[in-house]
């Protein structure tokens, strides 16, 4: 059993034709069946059923077709480690995080990043930290950056950040005058929350029974339109504190602790433990790690 005949079988799985797969290699139809013939004798096993012009897999090829992807996969990486020896980093990296992370966090980030390696791409993935993760156990993100705690034995963990969530009230609110309020205290007033996500999940839970009695007038997707609804007297909400920063010094929002609400939002870049890390994505590890000396150093 050999790379070429492995990659030959994989073609096939993927494509369920033994057709396009010679398409894909560039080989004829017969040199890719006489590939497979071989890998099933020496195997002693059937790799695939033929049923009219599409092909699926057997017990024996799905197992195969399993440790063919790593071994395809591992290959590529050991070219590409041994290419990216000596050279500057290049290509893309695929980062997975929520729209609020993407707006505070990553912009300091990639600007120094883009200074340092101008040559690499990044591309974005927006979604709710669930998915994210879910994306990054596939393999199909190098790296994320989602609310804590995450704990999955497959994944590094690298808290980069943490932010206490405060009350946001518009100016004109009953409550802006305030320093610090009660959770109880909030009941008589609509609020805005987030749709989902895990920080409105953990908010929930420290409402506890409390929650029950919540006016929840709306229910939003994004951090900036939770804010814009807030200045202008639609609701009150419960955000990261330093989401509101610049609001609350330009006097559209107000900011307002929460005495018995101690409840701190941790953010961690994450990524799988058995995924190669190319020159580019080390070189992404290296930039956060001199941001984050930065922050401390300030």
Same mark, same amino acid.
């Given at each position: 059993?050999?790379?070429?005949?492995?990659?030959?079988?994989? =073609?096939?799985?993927?494509?369920?034709? $033994?057709?396009?797969?010679? =398409?894909?290699?560039?080989?004829?139809?017969?040199?890719?069946?006489?590939?497979?013939?071989?890998?099933?004798?020496?195997?002693?096993?059937?790799?695939?059923?033929?049923?009219?012009?599409?092909?699926?897999?057997?017990?024996?090829?799905?197992?195969?077709?399993?440790?063919?992807?790593?071994?395809?996969?591992?290959?590529?990486? %050991?070219?590409?480690?041994?290419?990216?020896?000596?050279?500057?980093?290049?290509?893309? !990296?695929?980062?997975?995080?929520?729209? %609020?992370?993407? /707006?505070?966090?990553?912009?300091?980030?990639?600007?120094?990043?883009?200074?340092?390696?101008?040559?690499?791409?990044?591309? /974005?993935?927006?979604? $709710?930290?669930?998915?994210?993760?879910?994306?990054?156990?596939?393999?199909?993100?190098?790296?994320?950056?989602?609310? @804590?705690?995450?704990?999955?034995?497959?994944?590094?963990?690298?808290?980069?950040?943490?932010? =206490?969530?405060?009350?946001?009230?518009?100016?004109?609110?009953?409550?802006?005058?305030?320093?610090?309020?009660?959770?109880?205290?909030?009941?008589?007033?609509?609020?805005?929350?987030?749709?989902?996500?895990?920080?409105?999940?953990?908010?929930?839970?420290? $409402?506890?029974?409390?929650?029950?009695?919540?006016? /929840?007038?709306?229910?939003?997707?994004?951090?900036?339109?939770?804010?814009?609804? *807030?200045?202008?007297?639609?609701?009150?909400? !419960?955000?990261?504190?330093?989401?509101?920063?610049?609001?609350?010094?330009? &006097?559209?929002?107000?900011?307002?602790?929460?005495?018995?609400?101690?409840? /701190?939002?941790?953010? &961690?870049?994450?990524?799988?433990?058995?995924?190669? @890390?190319?020159?580019?994505?080390?070189?992404?590890?290296?930039?956060?790690?001199?941001?984050?000396?930065? =922050?401390? %150093? *300030?």
């Amino acid at each position: 059993m050999n790379l070429d005949q492995i990659r030959n079988f994989y =073609e096939v799985a993927v494509h369920k034709s $033994f057709t396009q797969a010679a =398409e894909k290699l560039y080989r004829t139809q017969p040199a890719i069946s006489t590939q497979v013939r071989i890998l099933e004798e020496e195997l002693g096993e059937k790799l695939f059923d033929r049923i009219g012009k599409k092909v699926c897999l057997t017990q024996a090829g799905e197992i195969l077709f399993t440790y063919a992807e790593r071994l395809l996969r591992l290959h590529d990486e %050991a070219k590409l480690a041994i290419t990216e020896l000596n050279a500057s980093p290049k290509g893309k !990296i695929l980062i997975g995080a929520n729209e %609020a992370t993407c /707006i505070y966090v990553l912009p300091q980030i990639f600007a120094l990043f883009k200074r340092e390696y101008p040559d690499v791409q990044i591309s /974005i993935y927006r979604n $709710f930290s669930k998915k994210v993760v879910d994306k990054i156990l596939d393999n199909q993100l190098d790296f994320g950056i989602v609310t @804590l705690p995450v704990a999955d034995r497959d994944l590094y963990v690298w808290p980069i950040a943490e932010d =206490e969530l405060w009350l946001i009230t518009s100016p004109s609110h009953p409550l802006a005058s305030r320093e610090a309020i009660n959770l109880n205290e909030l009941v008589p007033y609509p609020m805005i929350f987030h749709k989902a996500g895990t920080t409105r999940e953990r908010l929930m839970k420290h $409402f506890g029974k409390l929650g029950d009695k919540l006016n /929840i007038s709306m229910e939003l997707a994004s951090i900036e339109t939770i804010k814009k609804f *807030v200045s202008i007297g639609m609701g009150i909400s !419960i955000v990261p504190k330093s989401y509101v920063l610049n609001e609350s010094e330009q &006097g559209t929002l107000r900011l307002i602790r929460i005495k018995n609400l101690k409840m /701190i939002r941790k953010l &961690g870049l994450i990524y799988r433990k058995n995924r190669y @890390l190319s020159r580019a994505c080390k070189a992404f590890l290296e930039v956060v790690e001199e941001s984050l000396r930065e =922050e401390k %150093a *300030v």
